[in-house]
């Protein structure tokens, strides 16, 4: 068996100081492997006209190897290996398929056509690779014994992606509530903090914890492989590798809710006249809305809750609300009465939770926040 | 003038809900959207669906009646019945905008509690439904 250099990969980025290769992005080289191998059939057929079939010992003539890893960020020096005796003079098929990928994604980065050869196949393999690649990171395509190339980063991976499939994929990390569950199909359907409903397949391991969550009525974490379409909207996740239990700062982060910040929607109630409401309906004053937007904004954030869609009430209360899947949560907040009535409405159940603090006396504010979030979590 | 008719069947029949703007917050309808306020005697006010649109209701509504309107969303008959709310066609004969579709969900045997719990059901069901005039626009994480 020959070696010979093929091509130095110069991953960049604070993942790879120190010429360390993590493991999670060990399997960039072969998906690099795999994509150059799906050029090159494209370019043997692009080149064999009425071919139907490529050559025996095509795909498995192609073997590529990490040499080693060589300092300047990580740079893995992968070499080619060679038999002895060739089947088939094909080696520079894949030394085009090579030196094609990397002016492709100099051609992307230069907003010039994209080749021929980008088929929805091709496309396929750009998915795999720069998968786990971080927005800061990048991978220079150079040449064997060099350091300088195209760089391939997310942003190139993804319209390439977008030319060959329409859609393009990157992992993600989700933490949201589920709303459906369908155990025939492999399937659930996740809420996240802005209300978006994702559909997500997983295996039915994975399933059987998310029908745990479900029935639980509790936050879950998934990560897996998301689709996106053109303007970045996710679509779908494709694949949930992992299904885990929410905790609580994952819930911070993901709090389902209003997409509009408690400040802001309170803010939005001065522009209320006497009369607002088909002629009844008090208008707010200042102070009231002050005390409103202060008293919610410190128990969403002290207690991590999901932030509450505001209304405003005829009788001129502030009323936050809260949807959970099984339960709808309301807080009115009267400023002229120092009064706050919480209901939780239990939806497939003809159950109601009441509860009325009365915001003047000390500690009253913390156990509104504390009883809110007990609702929130299904403990009360 | 209203006028009672005969009772509503169809489980699946829609009763479109004109929601005020002040009820809708970052496209969810607020439970108040779908409970009746003290001047409306516990009487929600709906159209039934196989006697108007969704789009002739709100154009009724706003540019009739010249209300506020933030759009038309709905529950059925039967998303009604289950919450054990009688709903039965009440239609405006009478003044510049007759309505034959108009009809009423039944509050008034319930507490204000109750009132309120029922209110917050039937919301959860229109918002499932989302709304279903104006058309949604496809929203972004930015809106």
């Not at chain 1, 010039?112 to 998915?127: D, G, I």
């Not at chain 1, 939806?347 to 504010?365: P, S």
């Not at chain 2, 005697?41 to 709100?58: D, E, N, Y």
Request: charged share 25%; hydrophobic share 40%.
């Amino acid at each position: 068996m020959n070696r010979s250099p093929f091509a130095s990969l110069v991953f960049r980025g604070q993942r790879f100081d120190g010429a360390a290769m993590p493991l999670e992005a060990l399997p960039e080289l072969a998906a690099y492997r795999e994509l150059l191998a799906a050029v090159a059939r494209e370019l043997f057929f692009a080149g064999n006209l009425g071919r139907m079939r490529l050559p025996r010992g095509f795909g498995a003539s192609f073997r590529l190897s990490l040499a080693r890893i060589e300092p300047g960020s990580a740079v893995p020096i992968v070499e080619r290996e060679f038999l002895d005796t060739p089947l088939f003079p094909m080696g520079d098929l894949f030394d085009k398929a090579r030196d094609e990928v990397s002016a492709a994604v100099q051609a992307v980065a230069a907003n010039e056509a994209l080749p021929s050869w980008l088929t929805p196949t091709v496309a396929a393999k750009f998915a795999s690779f720069g998968r786990t690649l971080k927005d800061d990171e990048a991978v220079i395509l150079a040449l064997p014994g060099q350091r300088i190339g195209p760089e391939y980063n997310r942003h190139i991976r993804r319209r390439i992606l977008l030319a060959g499939k329409g859609t393009y994929e990157e992992d993600v990390d989700l933490v949201g509530i589920v709303r459906e569950a369908d155990a025939d199909q492999d399937s659930f359907e996740i809420r996240l903090g802005d209300d978006r409903r994702v559909p997500v397949r997983a295996s039915p391991a994975l399933l059987s914890q998310v029908l745990r969550s479900f029935q639980r009525d509790s936050a879950i974490r998934v990560s897996g492989l998301g689709v996106y379409d053109p303007e970045g909207k996710l679509l779908r996740v494709s694949q949930a590798n992992d299904v885990s239990p929410a905790e609580e700062g994952d819930v911070a982060s993901g709090r389902p809710g209003c997409r509009i910040a408690v400040p802001e929607q309170v803010d939005s109630l001065k522009g209320l006249q006497d009369g607002w409401f088909d002629g009844e309906g008090l208008a707010f004053s200042d102070e009231a809305l002050a005390w409103s937007s202060r008293l919610l904004e410190s128990i969403v954030n002290g207690f991590e809750l999901a932030t509450p869609h505001i209304y405003p009430t005829p009788e001129g209360s502030v009323r936050a609300e809260w949807s959970r899947p099984l339960w709808e949560i309301s807080a009115e907040l009267d400023w002229s009465r120092k009064l706050s009535e919480v209901r939780a409405v239990r939806l497939d159940a003809d159950e109601m939770i009441e509860r009325t603090f009365a915001l003047g006396e000390t500690g009253q504010e913390v156990r509104l926040g504390s009883f809110l979030a007990n609702q929130m979590r299904g403990e009360a | 003038m209203a006028t009672p008719g005969n009772a509503l069947t169809d489980q699946d029949e829609l009763l479109f809900r004109q929601v005020h703007p002040s009820f809708v917050r970052d496209g969810r309808v607020g439970s108040q959207g779908f409970r009746p306020t003290p001047k409306d005697q516990k009487l929600l006010s709906v159209a039934q669906g196989s006697k108007t649109t969704a789009k002739a209701a709100f154009e009724l509504h706003t540019e009739c009646n010249n209300l506020a309107s933030a759009g038309t969303w709905a529950v059925t008959l039967g998303e009604c019945q289950l919450l054990s709310l009688t709903v039965r066609p009440d239609e405006v004969t009478e003044g510049d905008c007759p309505d034959p579709a108009h009809a009423v969900v039944d509050f008034s045997a319930l507490s204000s509690s109750k009132i309120e719990a029922q209110g917050a059901r039937l919301a959860r069901y229109a918002n499932d439904r989302g709304r279903l005039h104006p058309p949604d626009e496809p929203r972004t994480p930015n809106e």
